[in-house]
């Protein structure tokens, strides 16, 4: 029988002190230096060998005792967590749980903490332990928030996790990746030979209906589920990166028809996928059957587009759209207000260009060039 779970879910610890252990080793090294202190001042005074003894043991031991009562006392943790699904993060009073599928970015920072956050009052996004790395987080139900996750990089435990989330987040395309500076990226070169990076689906790979064995048919359903996310990954590509969505706008244009007929395609497989391997095996074969026509039509759809780029707009509007990969190129290399104003120009005319219908951009790339613009002026 095939076995179906996921990989097994690791926990990375990082362990920080409360002011209550700090209280107690400040007040064991405070006895440990009076018992000194005593037995030296004793002994000058001239006092009873035994009293001597019997005052620095007492206060010696009490010393011990505090130190050994410390230690017992569990140690509060900074934890993260990563399964086949979800990650979870927090510490003793707070946890946070994410599906990985929501995951945007994971960093690590290049400074150490220089505070630890446990208080009731800190900030709810920040887990930070002093003296200790953290990884920054994005997801996409907000992502203008960082979550803020100590770790410790000698842990083994702490780089398998790190090395999970990073195999989970969205992976930029070759082709569209610079020299990245903050939260902008350099514009793609165009290419009208363009060779998407999504392969034509092979319409000799096995068919579901012909799968020798349940386990088997799974497995394919599985493959399909998966070339399902690809395409879905790319083309939120296009939607949501304004730098893609400024310089190759046919790619999400439904009014071309590689674009209407790609998102028929893909509508028909979204209509047949199922959480689960469908029981009827047939409706698993027709799902597989939809992804490979949706992974076709998007190989049509963004090679057309790219090969096109704006030259399906007016001229005006391609000025525009020039105009705005300019400032974009301009911002890269801009930092504090000067970095702003050049996004706030790129905000409006992609707004502008939207409401005359000649852009589509969805309301999240909108909002990532708003979101760039705040945190250039925060940062001055």
């Known amino acids: 029988m095939a076995n179906n779970s996921g990989p097994v879910s690791v926990t990375s610890r990082t362990e920080y002190r409360r002011p209550l252990h700090e209280r107690l080793a400040m007040v064991a090294s405070a006895l440990a230096m009076a018992a000194l202190l005593e037995l030296v001042v004793l002994t000058i ?12 043991i007492a206060t010696l031991g009490a010393s011990l005792l505090i130190a050994a009562y410390g230690r ?4 509060p943790a900074v934890t993260i967590t990563v399964d086949d699904e979800m990650v979870h993060f927090g510490n003793e009073l707070a946890i946070h749980s994410f599906p990985l599928a929501d995951l945007l970015s994971v960093k690590q920072s290049t400074e150490l903490s220089s505070d630890t956050s446990m208080a009731r009052s800190s900030r709810s996004d920040q887990f930070r332990v002093q003296g200790c790395r953290y990884l920054q987080l994005r997801f996409s139900d907000d ?29 930029k395309r070759k082709v569209s990746v ?24 092979d319409r000799q790979a096995p068919r579901i209906a012909n799968a ?19 395409v879905l990954i790319d083309y939120a590509q296009y939607e949501l990166e304004p730098e893609l969505l400024l310089r190759f706008p046919a790619v999400t244009d439904v009014s071309v ?4 007929r790609f998102h028929t395609a893909l509508s028909r497989a979204q209509d047949l996928r199922t959480e ?3 029981v009827d095996v047939d409706r698993a074969d027709e ?12 190989v049509d759809c963004e090679k057309y587009g790219r090969a096109v780029g704006s030259g399906l707009l007016d001229v005006t509007d391609q000025r525009e759209l020039t105009t705005a990969l300019s400032l974009l190129e301009n911002a890269r290399h801009a930092q504090g207000a000067q970095q702003a104003d050049y996004l706030d120009r790129i905000h409006h005319i992609v707004t502008d260009l939207a409401d005359r219908g000649s852009l589509h951009p969805q309301q999240q790339a909108i909002d990532e060039i708003e979101a760039g613009r705040r945190r250039a002026l925060e940062a001055e």
Do not use: N
């Open 257 to 260: 028809d590689t674009v209407a």
């Open 143 to 171: 992502p203008d928030r960082e979550w803020q996750v100590a770790t410790i990089e000698s842990d083994p435990a702490a780089a398998e996790v790190v090395s999970r989330l990073r195999a989970q987040q969205p992976k």
């Open 72 to 75: 017992v006392i569990d140690l």
């Open 45 to 56: 005074v001239d006092t009873d060998p035994l009293v001597t003894g019997l005052v620095t």
């Open 276 to 278: 689960r391997f469908p």
């Open 178 to 201: 610079g020299r990245v500076v903050g939260d902008l990226v350099k514009p793609a070169q165009a290419e009208p030979d363009y060779e998407p990076t999504q392969p034509q689906p």
């Open 287 to 298: 799902y597989q059957q939809a992804v490979m026509a949706a992974r076709k039509a998007w």
């Open 212 to 230: 020798g064995s349940a386990e088997a048919a799974e497995r394919l359903w599985q493959a399909a589920v998966r070339q399902h996310e690809a």
